[in-house]
């Protein structure tokens, strides 16, 4: 089975960048679904395997990803309702400036990312620092 990681962004990449960099490094197949172009060509730069503007939902059943992030800015109501009702992904993590889950980019680097995680089917323990645990 391929890891694969759906990140939902609206304007801002920021919010996710060194998880989106940790997991392309690890060779995690990683989708960042953005309609805003400089998003699109920041998430390139990262490495993204996939860049869409697709549905979330359509996104979902093509990819399978185990693990979905939706930014607190994006189309939060559209993607958790894609999440729910296709029963594909095992997490859904929201960004937040501070959470139970913390993501780096690398062991020597300080950047990370925060995360509270919203759904959960697995039942891995809190704290996370990775957002695959228990799968």
Known sequence: ??????????????TTAATL???????????VRSENENIRRQAKELGVTHVETKDPYD???????????CDHNGPLR???LAVYRTGIPAKLYLTATGGTTSVGASADQKQHDH?????D??????PETDLFAGL
């Not at 089975?1 to 920021?14: C, E, F, G, K, Y």
């Not at 089917?121 to 809190?126: G, K, Q, S, Y």
């Open 78 to 80: 559209e993607t958790k």
């Open 115 to 119: 995360y509270f995680r919203d759904l």
């Open 59 to 69: 996104l979902i059943e093509q990819y399978e990803p185990q693990v979905v992030v």
């Open 1 to 14: 089975m391929v890891r694969t990681l759906l990140v939902v962004l609206a304007d801002d990449l920021s």
């Open 121 to 126: 089917r697995t039942n891995a323990p809190l």
């Open 21 to 31: 960099a940790h997991y392309t490094a690890l060779g995690v197949r990683t989708v």
